[in-house]
């Protein structure tokens, strides 16, 4: 008999371990240390990565961190940067602004440290953006929105039929794109949008009514009687939960907020989840094989979330080395205990099976 393979991981894990270390990431602005983060990420999703097309978006959101890194430095080189430097790599035209205007310039001097601080400020933002593109990468988004509680069920079945529609829309669109070349009409143009998007629409339109008959006849859309001061408490809990979330978030996004971003966050979470719970009462649904949240699911998860611990930690005890300065120019070091809290990033390599991924 052949062995059975091993469960697929919960999708929720890996969200949870890649926006741990984009919190990482958010607290420093050492290269070596977002560097480690990117090679961290990387590596996991080199070895885990599936063959699905969703597997694919971790080389899409690699460009678009690497387009941000150079638009920061073009407008570091254009509009000037705030640290003043005295290496000065090349002098620009300045072109004069009205009075109103003060504080911003156009051309002008461009010095090494100011264009050493916009690399330092673009690279934390492109390793954000790579930890978003690991997720995307790794966790199945069919599997993560079956995953979501009763109270959003509506939004997650909306979601999968989009999700579902749009790989079909493109293959509709490549099919009849190839079939007027075969033809020798144009496929390009105005015309030939119009005379693809037409059959294109078309399609999708039926498809959506054969959808929607489907969905009718096995009784989605059913909800359960619940008293309406249940409503109100379920949308009073799950929108303060919500909104105390996004403090909580940006205080810990920020230097400032720290004191009062730790408390608040896993307050407004716990209110959130029990919102969602009771929202889930007026939802009769079940879950066909449901992902199981297991052991492997909690180790992921928790390294994601010690590696943003510590690094926020360190951030608090060893600031310089985190946030090397650009005036006097100096190399960054590679501070020691920090750089082994982003090695934690790498347990999900190790614990997970390629065939749990």
Known sequence: MAARSAPA???????????GLGTAATRTTNPLLLALLVAASGYVVATHRGTAPWARSYGAFARLALAVLVIRLVFAVALGSPVPGTHVLVGLPEVPLPHWAQGIRLGGEVTAEGVLFAVYDGLRLATLL???GAAN????????????????????????????FAPNLIADAQRLRAARRLRGRPDRGVRGLLQVGLPVLEGALERSVALAAAMDARGYGRSADVPARIRRTTAA???GGLLGVCAG???LLTAEGGTYGLPVLPASVALALL????????????RYRPDAWNARAWLVAGSGAAVAALLALASVRAPDALHPGVVPLTAPGLPLWPAAAVLLALLPAFVVPEESS
């Open 9 to 19: 991981l919960h999708a929720g894990a890996w969200w949870l371990w890649a926006l």
């Open 130 to 132: 790579i930890c978003v």
């Open 137 to 164: 990468a790794l966790a199945n988004p069919a599997r993560l929105l079956k995953s979501l509680p009763g109270a959003l069920y509506e939004t997650g079945v909306a979601v999968v039929v989009a999700l579902t």
């Open 237 to 239: 809990l799950t929108l």
């Open 249 to 251: 978030t940006y205080g």
């Open 275 to 286: 919102g969602l719970r009771l929202g889930g009462r007026r939802t009769l649904r079940t």
